[in-house]
């Protein structure tokens, strides 16, 4: 009877009016996602709260914005984490990112038009670095281009046919695409076709740009994100000229026909910038040095500078090191020049006030040449 009755109490509810104390408490592992605590009425109750090893996954108690612009902080600076996020999510985006597949424009082949003296036409294709800096081409030369070639780092992370290559015309604020469907793989001299129409006259002292790239779509991380490369430009200019020309032919320019004859013929000096040597003398605007030549040094010979009106006056004309030879040129007179693509822009020009200006071997043979510098 006694034992039935201590069985009974024992199967009844017991309550504790006051703190209770467990003696002997043995270590051991908890049950996966077990713990336990009270409830609202004071039982004491196993809760499946997630977190530790357990099968859950416990939300932020308060939401956040990452505004942490430390370096290592760029991938999630910005997000956005709120009390629906877990904190599996939020470690796993500060931890584990997904990185997104890279993609790389290679190489574009262009090609130019030719001088009309050289019987026009288009000039054999030339492969640049998608990324290697200007393609510098003459105001008024045509040119087109021909293939692309693109590498994609895990193309297994980026859509089916998303890869197109893209222009953004003559300074233009926005892109648009030439070739769309193309190859989500790395691919060589892939046919796109591009022809813009002749640029004839040159915006900003800057040059004219028209910039090329190659984007794609990466799904790999279960929704879309655009990856790209926009490092190739081809940039329009205009040519700037130092150089010679008998005074027998043209002493003063009155026409604009004496103008080109002047620009197109002169005997040129080697021009140098801040940039290093002049290509094809195509420049955007900055400080040019112009290094004497054997035809600067004729007494036969004026020396002429010659450079678009776009540019505006000089701040100075020096002889250097640093003297200042603006004196010895006549006033500038302005005239249109028509350049060997038949495109015609304004320009300024300067001549030495006498004939021989300037020496290629000022003391002696073998001597260093000496070197006008325009500055802007």
């Not at 408490?25 to 609202?40: K, P, Q, R």
């Not at 600076?77 to 931890?95: D, F, I, M, P």
């Not at 003559?170 to 813009?196: E, H, R």
């Not at 290509?279 to 112009?290: D, H, I, M, S």
Request: proline content about 3%.
């Amino acid at each position: 009877m006694i034992k039935w009755i201590g069985q009974h109490i024992f199967d009844l509810i017991a309550r504790f009016r006051n703190d209770v104390y467990l003696e002997s408490i043995e270590t051991d592992t908890i049950v996966s996602g077990g713990n336990l605590g009270l409830d609202a009425n004071g039982k004491i109750v196993k809760n499946t709260v997630s977190g530790g090893g357990g099968g859950g996954d416990e939300n932020l108690d308060e939401g956040f914005d990452v505004s942490n612009q430390d370096p290592g902080f760029a991938h999630v600076l910005g997000e956005q984490y709120t009390t629906s996020t877990s904190y599996t999510a939020v470690l796993k985006a500060l931890l584990s990112p997904y990185n997104a597949s890279t993609i790389s424009l290679t190489s574009f082949g262009y090609e130019l038009k030719n001088t009309a003296a050289a019987g026009g036409g288009w000039s054999g294709t030339t492969l640049n670095s998608g990324s290697s800096g200007y393609q510098d081409v003459e105001v008024g030369r045509g040119f087109r281009v021909i293939t692309a070639s693109w590498n994609i780092g895990t193309s297994s992370q980026v859509t089916a046919s998303s890869t197109v290559f893209r222009v953004k015309e003559d300074n233009s604020g926005s892109f648009t695409n030439i070739a769309t469907g193309l190859p989500n793989s790395t691919t060589s001299n892939q046919a796109v076709g591009y022809t813009p129409s002749t640029h004839t006259e040159v915006s900003l002292t800057s040059g004219d740009k028209w910039t090329f790239g190659i984007k794609a779509t990466d799904s790999g991380s279960g929704s879309n994100q655009d990856i790209e490369d926009t490092g190739a430009v081809i940039r329009v200019l205009n040519r700037v000229r130092v150089g010679a020309y008998a005074s027998s032919s043209i002493s003063d320019i009155t026409s604009n026909a004496e103008a080109t004859t002047v620009f197109n013929d002169m005997t040129a000096c080697t021009l140098n910038t801040t940039v290093g040597t002049v290509l094809n003398e195509l420049t955007p605007r900055t400080t040019v040095v112009a290094i004497a030549s054997a035809a600067t040094v004729n007494t036969d010979n004026y020396t002429w500078i010659a450079y678009p009106k776009l540019w505006g006056d000089p701040s100075a004309i020096s002889l250097l090191p640093g003297v200042d030879i603006a004196g010895a040129f006549e006033t500038r007179v302005e005239y249109d020049v028509e350049n060997l693509y038949g495109d015609t822009n304004t320009y300024y020009f300067y001549r030495s006030s006498i004939t021989g200006a300037y020496d290629n071997e000022p003391t002696g043979a073998g001597s260093p040449p000496q070197k006008i510098q325009i500055s802007f």
